[in-house]
């Protein structure tokens, strides 16, 4: 099983990055999809979900409206485009797929700075 996030980098304030996490080694269309972020001394924390059956999504009160996640199960990948970014939205961000197993990605790190 693996999970890769890619996309990650330096953008400026008001700047716009795509996240991607390529899946492999499991069902990946019957999995839910999530991005989770850990920001320096912070918790792990929910960013968005995509659900496998019906596709709805659900969102942090800190990122609705900037974020978007969406899934492409023919390409078994997972993507979270991120507008209007802000300096707190700097963090590592991680793919997690969940279903009746657990699986996380390695993180990519996403930096909002000028």
């Known amino acids: 099983v693996q999970l890769v996030e890619s996309g990650g980098g330096l953008v400026q304030p008001g700047g716009s990055l795509r996240l991607s996490c390529a899946a492999s080694g499991f069902t990946f269309s019957t999995y839910a999809m999530s991005w989770y972020r850990q920001a320096p001394g912070k918790e792990r924390e929910l960013v968005a979900r995509?659900?496998?059956?019906?596709?709805?999504?659900n969102y942090a009160d800190s990122v609705k409206g900037r974020f978007t996640i969406s899934r492409d199960n023919a390409k078994n990948t997972v993507y979270l485009q991120m507008n209007s970014l802000k300096p707190e939205d700097t963090a590592v961000y991680y793919c997690r797929a969940t279903r009746v197993n657990d699986y996380w990605g390695q993180g990519t790190q996403v930096t909002v700075s000028s």
């Open positions: 995509i659900f496998s059956v019906t596709g709805s999504t």
